[in-house]
């Protein structure tokens, strides 16, 4: 059972989001991804530093995956401008690499989908995916995969069922808790509640989702 996004290190496999005062080595049993976050984008130098940061760890085979990175228009008091300046690094650096990318998006669904058009062969994870069918349904066939977290937990949610089955059905399904320092939950309820969505068995899903990092040649 893998979580596929968190920012903890921990006793269950997982891919680990680091920050900048973090190294790989610390963390030898996670498959490791990183990236400037839209809420810690506002220090030119810092993030300038974090960029060389990030293409040194591409080059050297230290992490999997770029990210989390991306556009938030509602949680941070960054400019939408700064954030997309940054973002835009990252993904134009990727190009030189294609690397899976791990996507934040809050609030600017729509903006991201007109960038991934331009980068139609690059592989996007959109992190905590909870949103309509319909935006399932054009992320992925932008060469996009859903990663579907904490929103599966909440019973009312019932709109989710259709984006589930959606990925489900396309093999382009994730599944993760975005655990931190300050937030757990036990991946093992995220894997219930979409097992029970989906009604099929906690073993089907588990494949299900190594299928999708094989995919992404994460695995």
């Known amino acids: 059972m893998i979580d596929c996004h968190c920012h903890l290190p921990s006793s269950y496999r997982c891919i680990l989001n680091l920050n900048e005062n973090d190294t790989s080595e610390s963390f030898y049993r996670q498959l490791i991804s990183f990236g400037i976050h839209p809420w810690h984008c506002g220090d030119e130098t ?25 556009l938030d228009n509602k949680l941070t008091s960054n400019s ?26 809050v609030n600017m669904v729509n903006e ?27 992320l992925i066939s932008m060469n996009c995969w859903l990663s579907f977290g904490r929103a599966v937990l909440n019973n009312n949610n019932i ?11 396309n093999k382009r399904l994730l599944i993760e808790t975005d ?12 894997y219930n509640s979409i097992a ?3 009604n099929c068995s906690i073993d089907v899903l588990i494949n299900e989702v190594h299928d999708s990092l094989h995919q992404l040649q994460i695995l």
């Open 46 to 70: 810092l993030c300038q530093k974090q960029l060389q940061v990030l293409e040194q760890l591409v080059k050297q085979n230290q992490i999997i995956a770029i990210g989390e990175c991306g």
């Open 80 to 105: 939408i401008s700064t954030q997309k300046k940054w973002f835009l690094k990252q993904i134009e650096l990727n190009q030189r690499y294609n690397l899976p990318v791990y996507i934040h998006c």
């Open 112 to 138: 991201i989908i007109l960038l991934k058009k331009k980068w139609i062969n690059q592989r996007w994870i959109y992190h905590g995916f909870n949103s309509s069918n319909e935006v399932a349904k054009k």
């Open 159 to 169: 709109k989710i069922n259709n984006s589930l089955k959606i990925a489900f059905e």
């Open 179 to 190: 655990n931190d320092e300050t937030h757990f939950v036990d991946l093992q309820h995220i």
């Open 196 to 198: 029970n969505r989906l």
